[in-house]
């Protein structure tokens, strides 16, 4: 079997994230750059089936980026990943650029498995892995916590606001994944200096003009908080006072 | 250009969710700026009365999209029938709710269509003509400003931020029937199996009020504690991550950047230390209270009001004052 997964590095989530002066985009300098949380959760999905399988299964590792997105690759390749492509782009794309460039390379490519993470933590936009299963016209589900193959088919499951569905779906197919779906393993030593020796197959990518641009940036609001009404349940009336009287909530 | 603005609505058991006014009444804002109509499109089964009702908040004509294969939702069906309704009616802005189903549905419109979508909105304005948002970015650290480039643009709204503007009380909007073949064979997945929830009444997404557990709750059976509270208060019960690790609650729970973003009225952190995790999900609340036996503990720094002090004595009491309060 195939397995293709997408993968996005990102800003490790304790880093703060500074503006640079002007506002116009964010200051990179202090950043940890880490492989997207859930992009974790599709790779290790990916190992998972693996593993399962007959030894005759390739998981493949794609990311769109700069060169220091090879760290990506190197820690999805240090997990177990078999190959790596590093679509080579300096600027930012919106989502529907991504998904047409990873278009353009997965057109060639024969895969049973497309897994993506539900969404890239920097920019949030939880969109990229759906629009190219649009695109390729396959079958997608997105936010899976739970995976199984059985004869050509995929069954996954799916956490809904009024409860869980069982969705199945010929293969290939695109699947986006949802924190709960594995716990992803720590990259052995032996997987890291592995990784170190693989190569990262380099590609030129050339993107559409997006359709969304990012102009700037601001802070959050500061929430001011920091009123201690009081200790223990004698409190609570004041409490309650506060809420009905300043905040007004009931 | 008169294109029109076009809302997706969205309703569970024959009503409109609360969201669906939200965003018909930032579509009639968006709509009165470019001086064109407001049209909405739902999707259902016998939903024309419902549909009709729209025009208290301000939408001119209502379509909706009625028939067996469109009672629940599929996403293929609905990618299907409502991009052809699009193609149809030519709107410039498409608005809908960034609800579970507007996060699924929508990037399979923005891909069939091959428009630009900016998800998780919580502002929009028109410049110059176009579509101007803003989207929190960095799980909320920071607030983006995006441009649309392309026409037609499409937005998918965060709920509980938007106003709701009830404009024309009892007024009735034209309701068109779109009458679209649909072919099963779209459908490439099927459900095999669904398991209904059995917790919380309310949606968390949608809870004006959520009362929230951490670690602090020492246990699940606990929690029995913040469900009776999130009961009285009508609102819904939300947890952090290290108790749904620990299988106490769960995922549809968990509030925070793995979990879901919230903006309630009133959020109560229950034994809550506030990780900046955490933070990300539900800092947008309008009003929050720590709990927390800790007075160090950084939920203090966001929240509005603080009691420092055991969880397990401040809820119940707590509890027991706003039911006293609240039977008189
Ligand atoms: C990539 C990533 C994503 C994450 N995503 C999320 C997410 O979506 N949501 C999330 O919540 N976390 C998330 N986390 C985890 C987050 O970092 C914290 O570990 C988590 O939020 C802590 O949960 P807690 O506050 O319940 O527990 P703790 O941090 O252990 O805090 C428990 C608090 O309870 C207080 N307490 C204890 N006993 C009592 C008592 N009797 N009465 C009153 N107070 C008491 C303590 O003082 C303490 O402040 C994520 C982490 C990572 C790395
Ligand atoms: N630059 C990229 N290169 C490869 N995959 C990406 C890229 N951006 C996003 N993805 C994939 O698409 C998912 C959703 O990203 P997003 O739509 O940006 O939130 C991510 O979890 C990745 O699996």
Request: glycine content about 8%; overall charge negative.
């Amino acid at each position: 079997m195939n397995i293709i997964v997408c993968i996005k590095q990102v800003a490790d989530t304790e880093t703060r994230i500074r503006l640079t002066p002007d506002k116009k985009t964010i200051d990179t300098s202090d950043i940890n750059w880490i492989l997207n949380p859930y992009d974790e959760f599709a790779v290790e999905e990916a190992l998972r089936i693996k593993e399962k399988g007959q030894g005759n299964d390739i998981i493949t590792v794609i990311t769109i980026g700069p060169e220091r997105t090879t760290a990506a690759l190197r820690s999805a390749l240090a997990m177990g990943a078999d190959e790596a492509i590093r679509i080579d782009v300096e600027d930012n794309l919106d989502s529907l650029a991504t998904a047409n460039l990873l278009v353009d390379v997965l057109k060639n490519f024969e895969f049973d498995l497309l897994l993506f993470g539900k969404q890239a933590v920097d920019d949030d936009n939880a969109q990229v892995g759906t629009l190219v299963a649009e695109k390729l016209d396959l079958p997608c589900v997105t936010v899976i916590t739970e995976l199984k193959l059985d004869q050509g088919k995929v069954t996954v499951k799916r956490e809904l606001e009024v409860g869980a569905e069982f969705i199945s779906t010929s293969l290939p197919a695109v699947l986006t994944a949802e924190k709960g779906l594995n716990e992803p393993r720590y990259p052995a030593l032996r997987g890291i200096m592995m990784a170190k020796k693989k190569s990262v197959d380099l590609r030129e990518g050339k993107a559409d003009e997006s359709k969304i641009v990012v102009t700037g940036y601001q802070y959050p609001p500061e929430r001011k908080g920091g009123k201690i009404v009081g200790k223990g349940q004698e409190a609570v009336p004041e409490l309650i006072r506060l809420l009905r009287e300043e905040a007004k909530v009931f | 250009m008169s294109n029109p603005v076009m809302i997706i609505t969205e309703q569970r058991h024959d009503v409109f969710r609360n969201v669906t006014f939200e965003i018909a009444s930032c579509g009639r804002s968006l709509a009165d700026q470019l001086g064109v109509d407001l049209i909405s499109l739902s999707i259902g089964k016998e939903i024309e009365r419902l549909a009709s009702e729209l025009g208290e908040y301000g939408v001119n004509r209502s379509y909706v999209i009625d028939h067996e294969l469109t009672e629940h939702y599929h996403p293929d069906i609905f990618t299907d029938v409502i991009s052809r309704a699009v193609t149809t009616l030519e709107p410039q802005i498409i608005l809908f709710p960034a609800t579970g189903l507007g996060k699924d549905l929508g990037p399979r419109l923005a891909g069939r269509l091959n428009i630009g979508l900016a998800t998780d909105c919580v502002k929009l304005e028109i410049r110059e003509g176009k579509l101007v948002v803003a989207r929190p970015m960095y799980a909320g650290k920071v607030i983006g400003e995006h441009q649309f480039r392309a026409i037609p643009q499409m937005a998918s709204l965060r709920p509980n931020i938007f106003p709701v503007n009830r404009l024309h009380a009892g007024a009735k909007t034209n309701v068109e029937v779109i009458d679209l073949p649909i072919d099963e064979s779209v459908r490439k997945s099927i459900v095999t199996e669904f398991i209904s929830a059995l917790s919380s009444k309310v949606d968390l997404t949608e809870a004006k009020i959520i009362v929230a557990g951490g670690r602090g709750m020492k246990g699940p059976e606990n929690y029995k504690m913040l469900e009776e509270l999130a009961d009285l208060l009508g609102g819904a019960v939300g947890a952090s991550r290290a108790v749904v690790d620990a299988d106490w609650r769960p995922h549809s729970e968990q509030v925070g950047q793995t979990g879901k973003t919230v903006s309630p009225d009133l959020y109560i952190a229950c034994g809550i230390s506030g990780a900046i995790q955490h933070l990300a999900g539900m800092s947008g609340s309008k009003c929050i209270v720590a709990i927390n036996k800790d007075p160090d503990a950084p939920i203090f720094e966001k929240a509005d009001y603080g009691i420092v002090g055991d969880v397990m004595e401040v809820v119940p009491a707590l509890t027991a004052e706003l039911r006293q309060r609240l039977s008189k």
